[in-house]
């Protein structure tokens, strides 16, 4: 009875991942072993780290990353002129912390999107915030923003972003715009 409305409770606390914890090691004869201190600390360690994957999954879609890549898969044998321990220090994301721009920049079909997503990736699991951007339909929203007067609020929420992936590409189903030759 009294477990029982410990782990009501933890779940009125929102401590729900304590809770479930709590229900296991009831369950488990392996924990009986243990002592308080020791099964408290498993407990708090299950919540923090619940609490701490729901931020990431919260933050990831917010940032809207157009595709979900990662520093891990980011293939290297490929000749793309990637240095590796170039990307992998940008991965640590000390660039974030010290204002600084990253620009990828290459040929079509390299990679550039992919690349951005990941390093955008890396920084929100270095607890950064981030937003991706396409750039041809952020001109229209510009332009809407400037008409209707919510152009400082729109700047002023892209400028609270600590990682802004802002991509320039053409869309494949746009039409190419051909220059006519001189």
Known sequence: MLSNTTI?????LRLDAMASGVIEQREQADYAA???EDRLGL???RELLARGNRRLTRMLKSAKLKVPAVIEDVDFRRPRGLDRKTVLHLAESHWVNEHQVVLVVGPTGV????LACALAHSA?????????LRAPRRFDELAIA??????TGLMASWARMDVLVIDLSRPRDYPEVRRPSS
């Open 8 to 12: 009501e409770g933890l779940h009125a």
């Open 34 to 36: 243990l002592g308080f």
């Open 43 to 45: 407990l708090v360690d």
């Open 111 to 114: 990679g550039k999107t992919y």
């Open 124 to 132: 929100i699991r270095h607890g950064h915030t981030a937003l991706y």
């Open 146 to 151: 400037r008409a209707d007067g919510r152009l």
